[in-house]
């Protein structure tokens, strides 16, 4: 079962539809320009014109959720705490030590997707600041992957989902849970990982550059390292 802060950051429902419908993030849905982008995405198969994926995803970035880096960086202390310091989570440790190990170095398997965004005993849910959320298989099993896709796919065809794009993939470990294969499910969702790291790596495209054109140097100074991970 999805943990309920990830239920109350990507779904609409009960109790909490007003104060989500309220937050500014959840505006961005609602907006012709994100659902023009957002139908983009499903409509390409293979993203080889590199021209347009970068416009694209940078588009989102700038004008959508730079706006919003603060949400995404409460939603990703959330969910560090809940992983690492809630002991009545049901989570196999096996898939526990793989996720933590990948979570400790991330920019050597996902760069660019540095908010934890929620988790599920069986996979990790890794967003950017390009509008693309990453389900993240951690284990090997036929039923995983079915469980990945058809996520992918009910979550994506959401249309109070703030993310653009889902894509997904399997994390392989060794026994030491220490080196990973990534396998990929489709050859689209690794050119929108490759493209989204290159963009990271860009200097307009630092998480320290986002935070200087928010709120100002005095800002990015005084307060920056405690609202960056």
């Not at 293979?46 to 970035?61: D, G, Q």
Request: aromatic residues 14%; hydrophobic residues 45%; charged residues 25%.
């Amino acid at each position: 079962m999805l943990t309920s802060y990830h239920e109350h950051v990507l779904f609409q429902k009960n109790s909490i539809v007003e104060k989500m419908e309220n937050d500014p993030i959840f505006e961005i849905v609602r907006k012709d320009e994100f659902k023009e982008t957002k139908n983009w995405f499903k409509n390409n198969i293979n993203f080889n014109n590199e021209f347009l994926l970068t416009n694209k995803l940078s588009l989102i970035s700038t004008k959508f959720f730079l706006p919003n880096l603060l949400y995404l960086e409460s939603v990703n202390k959330k969910t560090n705490a809940d992983w690492y310091l809630d002991t009545s989570l049901k989570i196999n440790n096996n898939v526990k030590n793989i996720g933590t190990n990948i979570l400790l170095n991330i920019d050597d398997f996902f760069v660019g997707f540095e908010f934890f965004f929620g988790f599920d005993d069986g996979f990790l849910l890794l967003a950017s600041k390009f509008g693309i959320l990453a389900v993240i298989g951690l284990e090997t099993s036929e039923n995983l992957i079915t469980r990945i896709n058809e996520y992918r796919k009910f979550e994506g065809e959401k249309e109070s989902c703030i993310f653009v794009h889902i894509i997904a993939m399997v994390a392989i470990s060794d026994e030491n849970h220490e080196n990973h294969d990534i396998l990929f499910l489709n050859d689209s969702d690794k050119i929108i990982l490759e493209k989204v790291a290159q963009l990271t790596k860009s200097k307009f495209f630092r998480k320290e550059k986002f935070f200087f054109l928010l709120f100002g140097k005095n800002f990015l100074i005084s307060t920056a390292p405690k609202l960056i991970i």
